[in-house]
């Protein structure tokens, strides 16, 4: 069914990249400027991510021997060394995912960039290189995002929805691969709901959300997409959801066939099919609109 079939390593199947957003209470605090300090219960919710699930999470994955990419605001990094340290012990890839979860497409082109490039330099402090993957906060990419992201060294984006396998973006300052994800593999609107984020989901049982993802991957199996999970750690970090979570690992890895791997290795091995001449991606060029298309407009 897929037009443009990529082959993974090794004769897998499919690929799979379970992605975590761990954003902790920084969108909390730039949707509730004025009022987030008096936001307890919601700031413990989500500080339920760096404190609690991801100690968990690091513990799981080296019992399973499974490294995963998570994608972190910058100013979560300064507050939360430890779970920083965490992670990259266990050699974790930590990308990037704004400064404080700042909606980059709700900024002007200026407040844009200085919102990315103080996540980098946050970034840079504290892990020691730069970022060389992105996810927009909120999936919020904007018309200018590809040029400052192009601008600024990244290799990968995971914010865009434009195909079931990877593809490239073209700019005219020039390329960036693109691993799409899919709003069903987020865990968000399976089982969000928080008055002071404005979404009042009505609450998934774990296994609802369960049958949501395996149907996902069932499907990117049988022909050979690529699948990208998008949860918070302070969502599917806890208790039964992290249950879910390990059922549909195990599921994946009994059904056999399946290359698990970080974000960055998956566009590493599209560059290297690409430099070999093996593969191409299909490409699609940005922005598609500088401005309003002139048919909104009444004649
Ligand atoms: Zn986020």
Not at 111 to 120: K, M, T, V
Not at 203 to 221: K, N, Q, Y
Not at 272 to 293: F, K, N, V
Request: proline share 7%; aromatic share 12%; with cysteine.
């Amino acid at each position: 069914m897929l037009a443009n079939p990529i082959p993974w390593p090794d004769g897998a199947r499919c690929a799979v990249a379970i992605t975590w957003d761990m954003d902790a209470d920084s969108g909390l605090n730039w949707y509730n400027p004025d009022r987030a300090d008096n936001l307890v219960a919601s700031q413990s919710q989500t500080r339920y991510g760096p404190l609690i699930a991801i100690p968990r999470l690091v513990k799981l994955l080296k019992e399973r021997g499974m490294r995963q990419t998570f994608f972190i605001p910058g100013w979560c990094i300064e507050t939360y060394p430890a779970a920083i340290d965490a992670l990259l012990s266990g050699d974790n890839e930590i990308a990037l995912h704004g400064y404080i979860h700042e909606r980059p497409n709700e900024l002007s082109a200026e407040d844009e960039l200085y919102w990315l490039q103080r996540g980098i330099e946050s970034f840079r402090k504290h892990i020691g290189v730069r970022p060389r993957g992105w996810r927009a906060p909120s999936f919020a990419f904007s018309k200018h995002s590809l040029g400052y992201l192009i601008g600024e060294g990244f290799f990968y984006d995971s914010s865009l929805m434009g195909d079931d396998v990877p593809y490239r973006l073209r700019h005219e300052s020039g390329t960036l691969i693109e691993l799409p994800c899919d709003m069903a593999l987020d865990d968000w609107p399976h089982y969000m709901h928080n008055r002071d984020f404005r979404t009042m989901m009505p609450i998934a049982s774990p296994r609802r959300a369960g049958e949501v993802f395996r149907a996902e991957f069932d499907s990117a199996w049988r022909h050979g997409a690529l699948w990208v999970g998008v949860w918070h750690p302070f969502v599917s970090g806890r208790l039964s959801k992290l249950d879910a979570v390990v059922d549909l690992i195990d599921y994946m890895q009994a059904k056999g066939g399946v290359w698990f791997a970080t974000c960055e290795e998956i566009a590493r091995h599209v560059q290297a099919l690409i430099d070999a001449g093996t593969w191409q991606p299909r490409e699609e060029r940005l922005p598609l609109y500088d401005s309003p298309i002139p048919a909104l407009k009444k004649r």
